[in-house]
């Protein structure tokens, strides 16, 4: 099992940016493909970002390209979103989801693994 905890979410102006961090627990996270979703008021949970177990490989949903970047430290066991250039359409409950690495499969989908979520509040 692995156990994730999200942190870094807050209030944060239009333009600026934002950190969260994905502590695991539990197990290496270096076998693990991990991602970044969010959810939305009334909407389903959409894919954001995910990166490959080495951290070699990055993919990223069209609206956030460029702006975001994830990252993984897995000698601290830790997964990281940097949100840049926020918009009021970033604000939603973030979560950070692990998933055995498989590179033939489609990142968006097959995580075992989630968080709590945090909340990023972006004000326009």
């Known amino acids: 099992q692995v156990q994730l905890v999200e942190s870094g979410g807050g209030l944060v102006q239009a333009g600026g940016s934002l950190r969260l961090s994905c502590a695991a627990s539990?197990?290496?996270?270096?076998?693990?493909?991990m991602a970044w979703f969010r959810q939305a008021p009334g909407e389903e949970r959409d894919f954001v970002g995910a990166?490959?177990?080495?951290?070699?490989?990055?993919y990223y949903a069209d609206s956030v390209k460029v702006r975001f970047t994830v990252s993984r430290d897995n000698a601290k066991n830790t997964v990281y979103l940097q949100m840049n250039s926020l918009k009021a359409e970033d604000t939603a409950v973030y979560y950070c989801?692990?998933?055995?690495?498989?590179?033939?499969?489609?990142?968006?989908?097959?995580?075992?693994?989630w968080g709590q979520g945090t909340q990023v509040t972006v004000s326009s």
């Open positions: 539990g197990r290496p996270i270096s076998g693990y493909a």
């Open positions: 990166i490959s177990s080495s951290g070699g490989r990055t």
């Open positions: 989801a692990a998933r055995v690495e498989v590179y033939t499969r489609d990142r968006r989908y097959g995580y075992d693994w």
